[in-house]
């Protein structure tokens, strides 16, 4: 399948850095903080067509099952951003896209998601 990498964005808003940590972390995979790394992610891309900024928001979401733990627990599914309003995707139902995060230091500095051209229109500049 094609897919084209698109940016999410929002991410300062989400803040979802200790989210992709805590699931870095069930999946046994550390990095060093002074170098940079990219991690990939399952994540799922959900229409939400009544958000009040806009109708055609397309949020990307973790939907991580994680491992149930005793005691001290932290959620690891969340709103990880956003696609562009300008990204030309198209969606009526969830669609789960492989993302990639890169780690620099001791935070995330860049988000993408391979999304499948099919649903990619011309209207939306595509």
């Known amino acids: 399948m094609d897919t084209k990498q ?17 699931i870095l972390r069930d999946r046994k995979e550390r990095w060093k903080p002074e ?9 799922t891309l959900r229409p939400e067509p009544n958000n009040q900024y806009d109708p ?17 627990w932290a ?3 969340g709103k990880i951003g956003y696609l562009p309003a300008n990204s030309g ?6 669609v789960v896209v492989t ?8 935070k995330f500095s860049k988000f993408v998601v391979d999304v499948p051209v099919d649903i990619l229109t011309k209207e939306r500049g595509f």
């Open 89 to 94: 995707v198209s969606i009526e139902a969830d």
């Open 75 to 77: 959620p690891r599914d």
């Open 35 to 43: 170098e940079r790394e990219e991690f990939d992610f399952e994540f």
């Open 6 to 22: 698109l940016k999410v964005v929002g991410t300062t808003f989400t803040k979802p850095d200790a989210l992709l940590k805590r």
């Open 99 to 106: 993302a990639h995060a890169t780690q620099h230091f001791t």
């Open 56 to 72: 055609n928001a397309i949020a990307v979401v973790s939907e991580y099952n994680h491992p149930q733990r005793k005691g001290n």
